[in-house]
C-alpha cells in the first residue's frame, strides 16, 4: 500500500510557475496510476491531470491544457505537475492519488491512496 505525500505548493503571482510533486512511500509507485486533483472553497474536488500505471497515457481538465503537464520519475517514487502561465482560477488545494495498476480516472472515486494536499494561491 503506497501513501502519497505532496509538496512544491505555494503563493504565486498571476503568469507564474509552480511545480508540484509527489512522492510515494511504502510501494513501489510505477506500480500504480497517478492523478492531480485540486478542491477549491466550496467547490467539489475536480480532475487536473493523470498518468495511467504503465505510463502509456495521460488526460487533462480542459481548463488547464496546454499549461499543465504530469510527469514521473520512478527511480525517485515520485510524479510532478509542472504548472506553467498560473491563474487566480487555479487557487485551490491540491491533491496527488494513486491506484495500483490503474487507468487514468476523472472521478476521486477511482483511487485509492489520497495524500493530505498542498495549497497553491494565485493572485492577480
Aim: net charge positive; hydrophobic share 30%.
Amino acid at each position: 500500500q503506497v501513501q502519497p505525500v505532496e509538496s512544491g505548493g505555494g503563493a504565486v503571482q498571476a503568469g507564474g510557475s509552480l511545480r508540484l510533486s509527489c512522492a510515494a512511500s511504502g510501494g513501489i509507485f510505477s506500480n500504480y496510476a497517478k492523478g492531480w486533483f485540486r478542491q477549491a472553497p466550496g467547490k467539489e474536488r475536480e480532475f487536473v491531470a493523470g498518468i495511467n500505471w504503465s505510463d502509456s497515457n495521460t488526460a487533462y481538465a480542459d481548463s488547464v491544457k496546454g499549461r499543465f503537464t504530469i510527469s514521473r520519475d520512478n527511480a525517485k517514487n515520485t510524479v510532478y505537475l509542472q504548472m506553467n502561465s498560473l491563474k487566480p482560477e487555479d487557487t485551490a488545494v491540491y491533491y496527488c492519488a494513486a491506484k495500483y495498476y490503474g487507468d487514468i480516472y476523472y472521478s476521486p472515486s477511482g483511487y485509492a491512496y489520497w495524500g493530505q494536499g498542498t495549497q497553491v494561491t494565485v493572485s492577480s
